[in-house]
């Protein structure tokens, strides 16, 4: 059973934010899908990877494509088949069937009320199915774990 990390973005934008998650997920082997249900923001993260360092470049694609399948990294708005992580980016949900059967799910917001609250809605439904959960949040320009909940204690 897989478990979801949810990500405060409170220091940085997300378009600095995702790479690095990116790339700790690629250094497990894990093939991730950056689910986004706005087009214009999964083409500005398309562009923002496009863009980084070149000595540490992310392959990726933007869903549609010919070579979808052999994309180690693909944005889009996809069901979770045939990755092992998904970003969810946008207000993107993850579905506790969908989490409980990846090796990770990440959820990714600001810290606009209205983002907080659907966060703070997929973490009682997530953790209410029974998935693991974990809350990360910014400090002093370091990531650190604010809320745990392990896939027995619920809600």
Request: net charge negative.
């Amino acid at each position: 059973m897989g478990a979801v990390f949810f990500y405060e973005l409170q220091g940085g934008p997300l378009e600095t934010t995702l790479p690095m998650l990116l790339d700790k997920a690629r250094g497990q082997g894990w093939r991730v899908l950056v689910r986004g249900t706005d087009p214009a923001l999964l083409t500005q993260l398309d562009a923002a990877l496009w863009q980084g360092p070149v000595d540490h470049f992310l392959p990726h694609g933007l869903a549609g494509g010919p070579h979808d399948a052999d994309q180690p990294v693909l944005l889009g708005d996809l069901p979770a088949t045939d990755f092992a992580c998904v970003m969810a980016v946008g207000g993107a949900a993850v579905t506790a069937e969908e989490a409980a059967q990846l090796a990770r799910a990440c959820i990714l917001f600001d810290s606009a009320e209205d983002a907080k609250a659907q966060a703070r809605l997929q973490w009682k439904t997530l953790t209410d199915a029974g998935i693991a959960a974990q809350y990360w949040a910014q400090e002093d320009g370091r990531w650190v774990k604010k809320a745990e909940r392990d896939a027995r204690s619920g809600g």
